[in-house]
Antibody, heavy 119, light 110 residues
Framework: QVQLQESGPGLVKPSQTLSLTCTVS??????????WSWIRQPAGKGLEWIGR???????NYSPSLKSRVTISIDMSKNHFSLKLTSVTAADTAVYYC???????????WGQGTLVTVSS | NFMLTQPHSVSESPGKTVTISCTGI????????VQWYQQRPGSAPATVIY?????PSGVPDRFSGSIDTSSNSASLTISGLRAEDEADYYC?????????FGGGTKLTVL
């Protein structure tokens, strides 16, 4: 069964870049017809989709975050990554990585990692 | 852009039936599959309904999903409510190249 695990700094200073990695185990990131996604959730609020990447390297990003987001994939390390630039306190949230089936459900989630933006 | 809107909260007594709606805005709810996720405090979401009405293995048949094109909405119905059903529920679909989530509904089992 596939498992996903987020890793990265839990504290980022305002105006800096948030960087997270999602390591996939139990399956090859390059096998099957899936997309690999980042989703965040501020405390007490709902889920916000950030973006996704396919094993082809194709990406889609949330229109509201597109100017600040880059998602990349490294199939040799079986992981994918998120970079969010110019962060503010509004970017403080639990960040989830997830695997999705195109046009269908997101079937696997990481446990989530809290990232706080503060000086 | 296509959006999904849900009631902020619903509540019902144990043993009763509750329905949570998910209304499509600026697009047809029937254009793409709708999924439903359950999220308990401190945990990641988990699928309870996918492809409008399908249940993953392990999800009890007390959970059901439907689409109503006349109201442009999807619904999640939970019958025989149990205390363990108390959670946040999110609908999810797609808009061209984006994944779209509803705002979430907090279900309280009284």
């Amino acid at each position: 069964q596939v498992q996903l695990q987020e890793s990265g700094p839990g504290l980022v200073k305002p105006s800096q870049t948030l960087s997270l990695t999602c390591t996939v185990s139990g399956a090859s990131i390059s096998s099957g017809n899936f997309y690999w996604s980042w989703i965040r959730q501020p405390a007490g609020k709902g889920l916000e989709w950030i973006g996704r990447i396919y094993t082809s390297g194709g990406t889609n990003y949330s229109p509201s975050l597109k100017s600040r987001v880059t998602i990349s994939i490294d199939m040799s390390k079986n992981h994918f990554s998120l970079k969010l630039t110019s962060v503010t306190a509004a970017d403080t949230a639990v960040y989830y990585c997830a695997r999705g089936n195109p046009w269908r459900n997101i079937d696997s989630w990481g446990q989530g990692t809290l990232v706080t933006v503060s000086s | 852009n296509f959006m999904l809107t849900q009631p902020h909260s619903v509540s019902e007594s144990p043993g009763k039936t509750v329905t949570i709606s998910c209304t499509g805005i600026s697009g047809s709810i029937a254009s793409n599959f709708v999924q439903w996720y359950q999220q308990r405090p401190g945990s990641a979401p988990a699928t309870v309904i996918y492809e409008d009405y399908q249940r993953p293995s392990g999800v009890p048949d007390r959970f059901s999903g439907s689409i109503d094109t006349s109201s442009n909405s999807a619904s999640l119905t939970i019958s025989g409510l149990r205390a363990e059903d108390e959670a946040d529920y999110y609908c999810q679909s797609y808009d061209s190249s984006s994944v779209v989530f509803g705002g979430g509904t907090k279900l309280t089992v009284l």
